[in-house]
């Protein structure tokens, strides 16, 4: 009787996730307005998609945004972390203000960057604008859009990982630790042959979900540029919005989130092979 504690769980993911997901499944396959029935349309939303510019530069642009996150707040957690464990006194104050930003609502983080930095009006910008420092609002810019909402996503994130990290570095054995610095290890040197390798689950760990989790990108995107300009800071996710809602090709929105999902299912595949091979070890 043991099972009936995981129904009303079984039951919660079977209607949101399970339905949902083969309902998109589905209208990948058909032409959908969103009013009225839907029909079969074979390869054709999948056809669309590979034909249009537009998809290739979200795609594009997606894979940078991941190589962004993949390097930039995975470095700065390590380092934050690693000077936490070192930090005899204030890590748990550090730890608040890091993870601080993790728990302000996305729309308050967007608006508050939009227009107490970015704002060539009201923002940090435009005051050094005014004292004759020349710089540009980087998301007026296509060169610098993306970047520029990547940064604000970064300010957002990085202090989970360092959060997490820290966690993983605690648990490390003491005895490894105390016999480095016996032998005269510098900071880097214990980092390297110490710390990396005892929390190298975790970042495997984080690394993959960074991926799953940078394909799923949106709202710092929408609020921010909305994909603009010129489709410079354009996701995949953007675009299956804007055809779900702004064209009612629901059918070609479908097909666009099929493409997330499936680097989000490589991400998985890796993560449980990796999962599976540290098991037989």
Not at 47 to 54: E, G, H, T, Y
Not at 164 to 187: H, K
Not at 215 to 243: C, H, K, M, W
Request: proline content about 5%; glycine content about 6%.
């Amino acid at each position: 009787m043991h099972w009936l504690y995981v129904v009303p769980t079984m039951i919660i993911n079977f209607v949101i996730v399970l339905i949902p997901a083969l309902l998109t499944v589905v209208l990948a396959f058909c032409n959908f307005d969103g009013l009225g029935m839907p029909t079969y349309a074979g390869l054709a939303n999948f056809q669309s998609l590979a034909a249009d510019r537009v998809f290739w530069v979200a795609l594009g642009n997606n894979i940078i945004w991941t190589v962004i996150f993949l390097v930039v707040p995975m470095a700065m957690g390590l380092l934050a972390a690693s000077m936490l464990l070192i930090a005899r006194r204030g890590s748990s104050f550090f730890q608040i203000v890091y993870f601080l930003p993790v728990v302000i609502a996305t729309v308050i983080t967007a608006r508050v960057w939009q227009g107490m930095i970015y704002s060539p009006v009201t923002g940090v910008f435009g005051l050094l604008k005014q004292y004759g420092i020349p710089i540009t609002n980087p998301l007026s810019q296509p060169s610098m859009a993306l970047f520029g909402v990547a940064t604000v996503d970064l300010w957002h994130w990085w202090g989970f990982l360092c959060v997490i990290f820290f966690a993983a570095l605690r648990q490390v054995p003491q005895e490894q630790i105390e016999a480095a610095r016996i032998e005269g290890a510098t900071y880097f040197q214990m980092m390297r042959y110490v710390m990396l390798p005892a929390i190298r689950p975790t970042i495997m760990l984080l690394m993959i979900m960074t991926v799953i989790w940078s394909f799923l990108a949106f709202d710092f995107v929408y609020i921010l540029t909305q994909g603009g300009p010129a489709l410079s800071s354009e996701l995949l996710s953007t675009l299956a919005y804007r055809n779900a809602f702004y064209d009612l090709n629901v059918g070609r929105a479908a097909a666009a989130a099929l493409v997330i999902s499936l680097f989000g299912l490589v991400g998985t595949f890796f993560y449980v092979r990796i999962q599976t091979r540290e098991g037989e070890q």
